[in-house]
C-alpha cells in the first residue's frame, strides 16, 4: 500500500521569503510523485512530477521538489513566496506500472503575508 | 480545448435522496477517475474507468455508490440514500491512456461540492 504525510497543515511565510513545504511518502514499488495545487473553488493543477527521471524537478510557477529515496522524500520549495502562492497543496503518490490511481496527503495550507 | 467540467457544481440534498453527479472529460482522454475530498483531507480515490470499463472500484465507500460511463465519454456517480458523511467535494480527473512504462497527468475538473441536510 502506498501513503504521503505532509508535515504541518498550515504554512505561513511572509512575502519574499523561502517557501518549504514537506511530504514523505510511503510506497513498496518505485514511485511517481507529485505536487498539486489547489485554488478556492477549484479543481487540482500540477505543479510538478517525479517519474524517475532527473530527481530535482523544476515545475510551474518557480516551484521544485527534490526526490529522495532514501529519506523518502518529495520536499516542494520556492526561494521567493509570491502574494499569489497562497493556496492548499497536495502530494500525492501512484506507483510505477500499477494502478494509476493518486494517493493524496492531506494538503498544506499556505499562507503569504505582505 | 475545453478542460475537464463537472455539474452541477453545488449541490444540496436531503438525507435519504438520490443524488447523480455528471462529468465530461477532455476529448480523447481514456481514461476518467472519481475522488472524494472530504472538508479538510486530501482528494480519496473512488473509482477508474477506461474507457467503458470499471477496471478498479475499489474506494467506494459502500453500495450506495455507484459509477458509470456507458459510451467510454461522459462519466455519471450516483449516490443513493444520501447520508450525511456523503457531504464532500467529489473531483473528477481525465488522461490520456497510459502506455507501458509511461506517464499521462490527470487533469482535474472543478468538482461537484455535496452538502447532506
Known amino acids: 500500500a502506498q501513503s504521503v504525510t505532509q508535515l504541518g497543515s498550515h504554512v505561513s511565510v511572509s512575502e519574499g521569503a523561502l517557501v518549504l513545504l514537506r511530504c514523505n511518502y510511503s510506497?513498496?514499488?518505485?514511485?511517481?510523485l507529485f505536487w498539486y495545487v489547489q485554488y478556492p473553488n477549484q479543481g487540482l493543477q500540477l505543479l510538478l512530477k517525479?517519474?524517475?527521471?532527473?530527481?530535482l524537478v523544476k515545475g510551474i510557477n518557480g516551484f521544485e521538489a527534490e526526490f529522495k529515496k532514501s529519506e523518502t522524500s518529495f520536499h516542494l520549495t520556492k526561494p521567493s513566496a509570491h502574494m499569489s502562492d497562497a493556496a492548499e497543496y497536495f502530494c500525492?503518490?501512484?506507483?510505477?506500472?500499477?494502478?494509476?490511481?493518486?494517493?493524496f496527503g492531506k494538503g498544506t495550507k499556505l499562507t503569504v503575508n505582505p | 480545448g475545453a478542460g475537464v467540467s463537472q455539474s452541477p457544481r453545488y449541490k444540496v440534498a436531503k438525507r435519504g435522496q438520490d443524488v447523480a453527479l455528471r462529468c465530461d472529460p477532455i476529448?480523447?482522454?481514456?481514461?476518467l477517475f472519481w475522488y472524494q475530498q472530504a472538508l479538510g483531507q486530501g482528494p480519496e480515490f473512488l473509482t477508474y474507468?477506461?474507457?467503458?470499463?470499471?477496471?478498479?472500484k475499489s474506494g467506494l465507500p459502500s453500495d450506495r455508490f455507484f459509477a458509470e460511463r456507458p459510451e467510454g465519454s461522459v462519466s455519471t456517480l450516483k449516490i443513493q440514500r444520501t447520508q450525511q458523511e456523503d457531504s464532500a467535494v467529489y473531483l473528477c480527473?481525465?488522461?490520456?491512456?497510459?502506455?507501458?512504462?509511461?506517464?499521462?497527468?490527470?487533469?482535474f475538473g472543478p468538482g461537484t461540492r455535496l452538502t447532506v441536510t
Open positions: 480527473a481525465s488522461s490520456l491512456r497510459r502506455l507501458s512504462g509511461g506517464f499521462f497527468e490527470q487533469y
Open positions: 510506497s513498496s514499488v518505485p514511485p511517481y
Open positions: 517525479y517519474t524517475s527521471a532527473a530527481t
Open positions: 500525492a503518490v501512484s506507483s510505477q506500472g500499477g494502478s494509476e490511481k493518486l494517493v
Open positions: 476529448s480523447g482522454h481514456v481514461s
Open positions: 474507468f477506461q474507457n467503458e470499463a470499471q477496471l478498479d
